[in-house]
């Protein structure tokens, strides 16, 4: 089964409102990382986010983890249109053997 | 600098031929690692490779094999292809490991018929 688990699948929203995106993970990481991806293109990195750290941003970004959760959000402020994509969650396993583990994704439609 | 290379963009193949996927990854980064993409399975990790050796490994069959070169360029190799093998294969690199941000290219879509 998938490590990261993103909610919810698909997201609709105005140009200018806010977008939060989550994600779920299963076992201890060491990072967890947030990605963009535009119909079927290569993956975008957007932010990576530590073990030890509850925030971060960047730009219009927001994103918080809660490790007792295991959990993250991602927040996209004022989106524009050009933020409609598919959003991944990413996270690594520690220990031996680890590898980067995708959610299934979030569409995100931002309607102009 | 250049970003990540995957050739070639598009291929089709037919059930039981094999195929080769070339990555070239940014210049000085070590680590490349692979993912296979699918509307069903979604982002699948394949293998990672650092310094021409597999160093972390998905839960792929034999089929599916990759080489990394001295000058950290890397393969995938996919032998006796099956239908369900059609997907996006996307590549990617870092400086040393998975555990800090991938650079990905756009991807070689296979087409198995």
């Known amino acids: 089964s998938q490590q990261g688990e993103e909610d919810p699948q698909a997201l609709s929203i105005q140009e200018g409102e806010n977008a939060t995106m989550n994600c779920s993970y299963k076992?201890?990481?060491?990072?967890l990382q947030w990605y963009r991806q535009n119909s079927g293109r290569g993956l975008v990195h957007l932010i990576l986010?530590?073990?030890?750290?509850r925030e971060k941003h960047s730009g219009r970004l927001r994103v918080t983890l809660d490790t007792s959760k295991k959990s993250s959000s991602l927040l996209i402020t004022a989106s524009r249109a050009a933020d409609t994509a598919s959003y991944f969650c990413?996270?690594?396993?520690?220990?031996?053997?680890?590898?980067?583990?995708f959610g299934k994704g979030i569409t995100l439609s931002v309607r102009p | 600098k250049a970003g990540v290379t995957q050739t070639p963009r598009y291929l089709i193949k037919t059930r039981g031929q094999q195929v080769t996927l070339s990555c070239s990854p940014i210049?000085?980064?070590?680590?490349v690692s692979w993912y296979q993409q699918t509307p069903g399975q979604g982002l699948q990790f394949l293998f990672e490779?650092?310094?021409?050796?597999?160093?972390n490994k998905g839960n792929f069959p034999g089929r599916f094999s990759g080489r990394q070169f001295s000058n950290s360029r890397s393969e995938m190799n996919v032998s006796t292809l099956e239908l369900g093998d059609s997907a996006l294969y996307l590549c990617?690199?870092?400086?040393?490991?998975?555990?800090?941000?991938?650079?990905f290219g756009p991807g070689t879509r296979l087409l198995v018929l």
């Open positions: 990413a996270t690594d396993g520690s220990g031996a053997n680890s590898k980067l583990t």
């Open positions: 076992t201890s990481i060491n990072n």
């Open positions: 210049s000085g980064h070590r680590s």
């Open positions: 490779y650092f310094s021409e050796t597999q160093r």
């Open positions: 990617a690199s870092s400086p040393r490991a998975l555990q800090e941000t991938q650079y």
């Open positions: 986010i530590r073990s030890n750290e």
